[in-house]
T-cell receptor
């Protein structure tokens, strides 16, 4: 399977714990995006990378959230001191940026439940 | 005002019906536009890009009106398998904005 993969698929944690998610994009894609989606809403943009550079971060991304893409391939999203409001589906997408379009392909997501 | 707004739905239609969804966006610098489909508890999947001249892909037709800042999706001859949530996506410089989605249920 050469699509976007995400691990783990599900994570249950207790409030206050740290969690880390991983995304492996489609191999030749240079852009990688993170989104958060809650029930009944569309995906909300969190941050994106072009190669290893983090080019934009949403105001939604509090100081407890950090993302990295150290070698321009896979990425990790870490949430520190999780809160119940962090419970959501975390989606990763990748694209091969070709202006003016930038078609993104999504991974299956990591569903986080904070107890 | 949200950056991307969609018809609230849900739309419940019989098989064979024609259904249309609209989406408005607020950022005039938006560069490109897409419709994605999302099935329950699955990831969004690209349905089609939306071009200025309008484009068609089988039973699906997408149109863009830059002056009025809206895009539309028309589904003809609805199938049961079209039941899903349809997400409008707008590219703004360096980012993407999704609408909340419109839920479609096609019934026998």
């Amino acid at each position: 399977d050469t699509g976007v993969s995400q691990n783990p698929r599900h994570k249950i944690t207790k409030r206050g714990q740290n969690v880390t998610f991983r995304c492996d994009p489609i191999s030749e894609h240079n852009r990688l995006y993170w989104y958060r989606q809650t029930l009944g809403q569309g995906p909300e943009f969190l941050t994106y990378f072009q190669n290893e550079a983090q080019l934009e971060k949403s105001r939604l991304l509090s100081d407890r959230f950090s993302a990295e893409r150290p070698k321009g391939s896979f990425s990790t999203l870490e949430i520190q001191r999780t809160e119940q409001g962090d419970s959501a589906m975390y989606l990763c997408a990748s694209s091969l940026a070709r202006p003016p379009t930038d078609t993104q392909y999504f991974g299956p997501g990591t569903r986080l439940t904070v107890l | 005002r949200k950056e991307v707004e969609q018809d609230p739905g849900p739309f419940n239609v019989p098989e064979g019906a024609t259904v249309a969804f609209n989406c408005t966006y607020s950022n005039s610098a938006s560069q490109s536009f897409f419709w994605y489909r999302q099935d329950c508890r699955k990831e969004p999947k690209l349905l089609m890009s939306v071009y200025s001249s309008g484009n068609e892909d089988g039973r699906f037709t997408a149109q863009l009106n830059r002056a009025s800042q809206y895009i539309s999706l028309l589904i003809r001859d609805s199938k049961l398998s079209d039941s899903a949530t349809y997400l409008c996506v707008v590219n703004v410089p360096s980012s993407k904005r999704f609408g909340a989605g419109t839920r479609l249920t096609v019934k026998p």
